[in-house]
């Protein structure tokens, strides 16, 4: 079966860092895109950009660009979604996904909370 | 980017009522590179439609999706209790791959 296993939920002070990961199985992990998305509470989905294990090309949504680094160990099946200095209003639910153009397997999300 | 507009915000329907959500595209999607997701409270997104009108794997039939250029829409033909979700729409013709802001289904 196809998975996407997602890092714990994470409770975290504003200008931490941190680096959250998304492990696939079940599939070839170089042969997909994967996808990192952001759900605020009680709002939409947002699409922060993709990253090809294989090379590691990386596209950003112009709204994320320069806010959070995706990476990924393709030797470890994992993406990684990170932030250098964290702010209250990153505190959201994020996803990753396979992406196929549309997005055919999610992880189960990793809750990330910024407080004081 | 192109920007999504799902209609309407909420439906309040009974079991066994059809459902129409409706998504506008403020540029055609001419490939037809449209999706829709459901997301039952506290769960991750899934996948219903892809390509418009081609349903995933495991995806009962009462789900249907239809549409081109800027206008497409899912329809559940038979509303059921488990049916209760935002659904949200999704373009992958342009990056970024956009999202609507999602359609809210209420069970009577």
């Known amino acids: 079966d196809v998975q996407l296993g997602q890092s714990g939920a994470e409770v975290k002070k504003p200008g931490e860092s941190l680096k959250i990961s998304c492990k696939g199985s079940g599939y070839t992990f170089t042969n997909y895109w994967v996808a990192w998305l952001r759900q605020m509470p009680g709002k939409g989905l947002e699409w922060m950009g993709i990253?090809?294990?294989?090379?590691?090309?990386?596209r950003y949504s112009p709204s994320f660009q320069g806010h959070v680094t995706i990476s990924v160990d393709k030797s470890i099946s994992t993406a990684y979604l990170e932030w250098s200095s964290l702010k209250a209003s990153d505190s959201a639910m994020y996803y990753c996904?396979?992406?196929?153009?549309?997005?055919?397997?999610w992880g189960q999300g990793t809750l990330v909370t910024v407080s004081s | 980017e192109i920007v999504l507009t799902q209609s309407p915000g909420t439906l309040s329907l009974s079991p066994g009522e059809r459902a129409t959500l409706s998504c506008r595209a403020s540029q055609s999607v001419s490939r037809n590179y449209f999706a829709w997701y459901q997301q039952k409270p506290g769960q991750a997104p899934r996948l219903l439609i892809h390509?418009?009108?081609k349903r995933a794997t495991g995806i009962p039939d009462r789900f249907s999706g239809s549409g081109s250029g800027t206008d497409f829409t899912l329809t559940i033909s038979r509303l059921e209790p488990e049916d209760l979700a935002v659904y949200y729409c999704?373009?992958?013709?342009?990056?970024?791959?956009?999202f609507g802001q999602g359609t809210k289904v209420e069970i009577k």
């Open positions: 999704q373009q992958y013709e342009s990056s970024p791959y956009s």
């Open positions: 996904a396979r992406l196929q153009g549309y997005l055919d397997y």
């Open positions: 390509d418009a009108s």
């Open positions: 990253i090809y294990p294989v090379d590691s090309d990386t």
